[in-house]
């Protein structure tokens, strides 16, 4: 599976990052050089509709973003924040050592989605800090 998400990477490309429903998540592994951009797109309804995905990094970063992408869609916001790494390094069967790559991905992941929920309520970090 690994392989084939790798050869066949689902929903490559780019969103508007200054579109008020993308969230946009950049994360990387200084340790192995990885680094992946995630985003997604939101509906009205609080669905992600579209994710998509640019990584620099090995196979298993590669396909752990991209089946990444291809598990949030269609979910809600709250529903893909319990996306956890375990969950994607079991699926693609990733060795010990590939396990940082699913990591990478669940961070990229929580990343959007907080880009995103700011994006909807920019006032309410100003208020929290404040606080």
Sequence with gaps: QVVDHYENPRN???????????????????ACGDVMKLQVEVDENGKIVDARFKTFGCGSAIASSSLATEWVKGKTVDEALKIKNTDIAKELCLPPVKLHCSMLAEDAIKAALADYKLKQDPNKEESEKKA
């Design 12 to 30: 490559v490309g780019s969103l508007d990052r200054n579109a008020k429903n993308v969230g946009t998540g950049l994360v990387g592994a200084p």
